[in-house]
């Protein structure tokens, strides 16, 4: 419990934070707070393609031809929506490729180890600087070459927006949560399109 000395000394504390004053400095803390961006409040994530988005746009509010301010606030939280499900399967194919590009990372680095000698005498006399001897060389720079491939197919875009999600959920189930991320959008998505018939 946090007593009521401490709580007040709190709220003057946070009285004395105004935040960025800059329109600079307002920019550049908008986006302090999004991770993958499957709940964010802007629509577009670095990497998307505005004129998609646009092109969505367009097509959806043809296709429902909203007429008035609240109808048109309901179209564009249906594309909101629909572009958030659209960028779900880019997280899973990331997470997909995070994982697996690093799982043959370690299996190729646990290869070229195969192919490594340590000095029985520096292990026994505890010598950190020990002489390591390559049994066979090119196999060895094969697997170190395999492992490199597979981490910098790591650093993909896609695979990176993978590896954001899992650090999102805190390395705990990330396809768990991507499906409920997954229902979430989609009630959002039926709800404004059932209130948009509705009206």
């Known amino acids: 419990m946090t007593s009521d000395k401490k709580a007040n000394a709190n709220r003057q504390n946070a009285l004395k934070s105004t935040g960025p004053k800059t329109p600079e400095g307002k920019a550049s803390v908008r986006h302090n707070a999004m991770t993958h961006g499957?709940?964010?409040?802007?629509?577009?994530?670095?990497?998307e393609d505005e004129s998609a988005l646009k092109e969505l746009g367009e097509r959806l509010r043809a296709e429902l031809k909203p007429v008035?301010?609240?109808?048109?606030?309901?179209?564009?939280?249906?594309?909101?929506?629909?572009w958030r499900l659209r960028r779900l399967g880019r997280v899973e194919a990331g997470i997909f490729a995070w994982?697996?590009?690093?799982?043959?990372?370690?299996?190729?680095?646990?290869?070229?180890?195969?192919?490594?000698?340590?000095?029985?005498?520096?292990?026994?006399?505890?010598?950190?600087?020990?002489s390591?001897?390559?049994?066979?060389?090119?196999?060895?720079?094969?697997?170190?070459?395999?492992?490199?491939?597979?981490?910098?197919?790591?650093?993909?875009?896609?695979?990176?927006?993978g590896q954001t999600f899992i650090r999102d959920a805190h390395n705990a189930n990330a396809f768990s949560k991507l499906s409920r991320y997954e229902t979430a959008i989609e009630r959002s998505l039926y709800k404004a399109l059932h209130e948009l018939q509705r009206l």
């Open 38 to 47: 499957l709940l964010s409040q802007d629509n577009l994530l670095p990497g």
């Open 68 to 82: 008035g301010e609240l109808k048109s606030l309901l179209v564009e939280q249906i594309v909101t929506a629909y």
């Open 99 to 130: 994982q697996l590009y690093g799982e043959l990372a370690r299996r190729a680095q646990e290869d070229a180890r195969t192919y490594e000698r340590s000095n029985l005498k520096d292990i026994l006399e505890k010598r950190y600087e020990s």
């Open 132 to 161: 390591t001897r390559i049994t066979d060389e090119q196999k060895h720079q094969e697997a170190l070459s395999k492992a490199q491939e597979m981490k910098a197919k790591q650093g993909s875009e896609t695979a990176m927006l």
